[in-house]
């Protein structure tokens, strides 16, 4: 079964911090994607990419950024944190028509 | 716009009755259809997927229904089981797009024992 790995499961910043959210595939995914989960908004878009230092904006790609420096890694990339970044992260890569997703961060912004 | 819209952001169902979950879409390329399940605290997890070329498919309690003409479908899980509370996302794609899904926002599914 693929593997999706994020880094950590819960997460306080402060407001004004760069904040770096990783996630890790073991099947040599070409697809990841970063979304983010927030009670009746549903699953956002922020960024996704097919390859190895390749990216592209989602729905709301504001205020973050992106880093595939590695097949097998997907980093988000919040600049300068806001309290209205706070919220579930989520990562998932494709397979078989469908996404298997990471067990996401829940990032709060102080 | 939407493209994928589930109109009962919450829905309550006693233990061992049915529960159906809809979901509309309004992109007629979309082709695949999938149904994710999420728990608080964790990433969702895949459930049940249906082509366009079926009306249906089933798997132990959980069916999906897809009625190309109307843009619908909906997940019926019989009998529902106080385990399946959870928020359900409807997603939608057209194969060989490289994978992005198109999302519902969710409707949370309560049973009640």
């Known amino acids: 079964d693929v593997k999706v790995t994020q880094s950590s499961r819960y997460l306080v910043k402060r407001t004004g911090e760069k904040v770096f959210l990783e996630c890790v595939q073991d099947?040599?995914?070409?697809?990841m994607f970063w979304y983010r989960q927030d009670p009746g908004l549903g699953l956002r878009l922020i960024y996704f990419?097919?390859?190895?230092?390749?990216?592209e904006k989602g729905d709301i790609p504001e205020g973050y950024s992106v880093s595939r420096e590695k097949k097998e890694r997907f980093s988000l990339i919040l600049e300068s944190a806001s309290t209205n970044q706070t919220s579930m992260y989520l990562c998932?890569?494709?397979?078989?028509?469908?996404?298997?997703f990471g067990s996401g961060t829940r990032l709060t912004v102080v | 716009d939407q493209q994928v819209k589930q109109n009962s952001p919450s829905l309550s169902v006693q233990e061992g009755r049915i529960s159906i979950l809809n979901c509309d879409y309004t992109?007629?390329?979309?082709?695949?259809f999938l149904w994710y399940k999420k728990y608080p605290a964790e990433g969702p997890t895949f459930l049940i997927s249906?082509?366009?070329?079926?009306d249906k498919n089933e798997d132990g309690r959980f069916t999906v229904f897809l009625n190309k003409s109307a843009k619908h479908l909906s997940l019926h899980i019989v009998p529902s089981q106080p385990g399946d509370s959870a928020v359900y996302f409807c997603?939608?794609?057209?194969?060989?797009?490289?994978?992005?899904?198109?999302f519902g926002k969710g409707t949370k599914l309560s049973v009640k024992p």
């Open positions: 998932a890569t494709f397979i078989n028509y469908g996404y298997t």
């Open positions: 099947m040599d995914h070409e697809n």
């Open positions: 990419s097919y390859d190895v230092k390749m990216k």
């Open positions: 992109n007629s390329m979309f082709d695949y």
């Open positions: 249906i082509s366009s070329i079926k």
């Open positions: 997603a939608a794609s057209v194969l060989g797009s490289q994978g992005n899904l198109i």
